[in-house]
């Protein structure tokens, strides 16, 4: 099943697409990279939903056409697109800066059609490789919107963050706070 608006896979079609690529990776890179444009919503409530979803469709249509290696991608929720490219080889900096790359690409084409210089892509990325495939499709999306929500803080700086393990205790530690304030606010 496709999605209506981005013609990318669904979600739940996507998932088992992603697994089978990671159970049966042989000496290639898969790069997983999860995206959003910073200040959609704005640009919905400025514009229109109409318009939004015109853009929405451009912004899938140009994710595939700049990436010689798009394997699958799906549009998870919203703005939000995951999409996988298998890489012979390469180094993991090297596929960093074409994603960077790409995303300038994307955003130029998206201002100069919808004239709206605001519009920002924010990518979290994986990779996996033979060394770490023991991983299931729903924690590297996971991983890869976690990396996605620190660029989107990254205000001035990459827009493209790639996911370390340190990422998840951080996660995990403001979690932990958060819930010992509420303990703490309920308890006096």
Do not use: W
């Amino acid at each position: 099943m496709k999605d209506s608006l981005t013609g990318l896979d669904s979600y739940d079609e996507f998932v088992p697409k992603l697994q089978f690529l990671i159970d049966n990776l042989d000496e290639k890179i898969i790069a997983i990279d999860y995206s959003d444009i910073k200040h959609f919503k704005y640009f919905n409530d400025t514009y229109s939903y109409k318009t939004g979803n015109e853009l929405l469709a451009d912004y899938a249509k140009l994710l595939i056409e700049n990436n010689d290696n798009f394997v699958h991608g799906s549009r998870v929720v919203s703005d939000n697109m995951v999409t996988v490219g298998v890489y012979d080889s390469g180094d993991k900096e090297d596929l960093h800066q074409q994603i960077c790359m790409r995303n300038v690409i994307i955003e130029n084409a998206l201002r100069k059609k919808y004239k709206c210089n605001r519009l920002r892509i924010c990518t979290g990325m994986y990779f996996i490789t033979k060394e770490n495939n023991n991983i299931d499709a729903e924690t590297v999306i996971s991983n890869c919107n976690l990396a996605r929500k620190i660029a989107r803080e990254n205000a001035r700086e990459d827009s493209v963050v790639i996911f370390k393990e340190e990422m998840s205790s951080k996660i995990n530690h403001e979690i932990e706070i958060l819930s010992t304030i509420d303990s703490a606010i309920k308890n006096n």
